[in-house]
């Protein structure tokens, strides 16, 4: 069965600092993914989403990237934090031939820039 | 284009009560649809998904959804509401069309509470 590990669970870093999470997804081979960021009372918004190794694309300007240096790994990362990146990421896979079928979800990293 | 209308971002009930969170769509392509629960610190979990066949669907926890065409609408309702019920619930559309690739466009979210 498919599996999808997100980590770390939580994390606090100070302004300025550079960020780092990942993703990876198991049992599958050549999913879609996507990364999701939650701030308070403003809903999912998609930030990043991939069709293959290094194809990235972006959904909204900012101050994240994202990499995926192997099938199954997704990477969310930052040079410089800033205070408005904190919030719930989230991590979910999708088989590109039953796209239509969802996305699963990772368990989270909830981010606090301090 | 695909979207997801959820009307009212915080739903209260009594335990027992019926729960009613309500989802209208817009999509240009036949839509399939998606209710998602997500608990405290925790990623979203797939309630319940439309794909086209019986139109009442019926998922995990009780719950279940109707797609109604005429009203572009995928309300999900429980019977009686149960305390573990309170969480935030999600409405999504997927813009696969009759195609198999498909991107999920979320709502707002609705904040279910349930009062003992």
């Known amino acids: 069965s498919q599996t999808i590990h997100q980590w770390p669970a939580t994390l606090v870093q100070p302004v300025g600092s550079p960020l780092s999470l990942e993703c990876t997804v198991e049992?599958?081979?050549?999913?879609?993914l996507y990364w999701y960021r939650q701030a308070a009372g403003r809903g999912l918004q998609l930030l990043f989403y991939s069709v293959g190794i290094g194809q990235i694309s972006s959904e909204v300007p900012q101050n994240l990237s994202a990499s995926r240096p192997q099938d199954r790994q997704f990477i969310l990362s930052s040079k410089k934090l800033l205070l408005s990146d904190s919030g719930f990421y989230l991590c979910?896979?999708?088989?590109?031939?039953?796209?239509?079928?969802?996305?699963?979800f990772g368990s989270g990293t909830r981010l606090t820039v301090v | 284009a695909q979207s997801v209308t959820q009307l009212g971002s915080h739903v209260s009930v009594s335990e027992g009560a019926l729960v009613l969170l309500r989802c209208n769509y817009s999509?240009?392509?036949?839509?399939?649809l998606f209710w998602y629960v997500q608990y405290p610190n925790q990623g979203l979990q797939l309630l319940l998904k439309y794909t086209s066949a019986a139109t009442l669907v019926k998922g995990i926890n009780g719950f279940e959804a109707e797609f109604k065409k005429s009203e572009t609408s995928f309300h999900l309702t429980k019977p009686s509401a149960h305390m573990s019920d309170a969480a935030e619930y999600f409405c999504a559309v997927s813009d696969a069309g009759g195609s198999t690739l498909g991107r999920l466009y979320f709502g707002r979210g609705t904040q279910l509470t349930v009062w003992p």
């Open positions: 999509s240009s392509v036949p839509p399939y």
């Open positions: 979910a896979w999708s088989d590109p031939r039953q796209g239509r079928w969802g996305y699963t």
């Open positions: 049992g599958t081979s050549n999913p879609n």
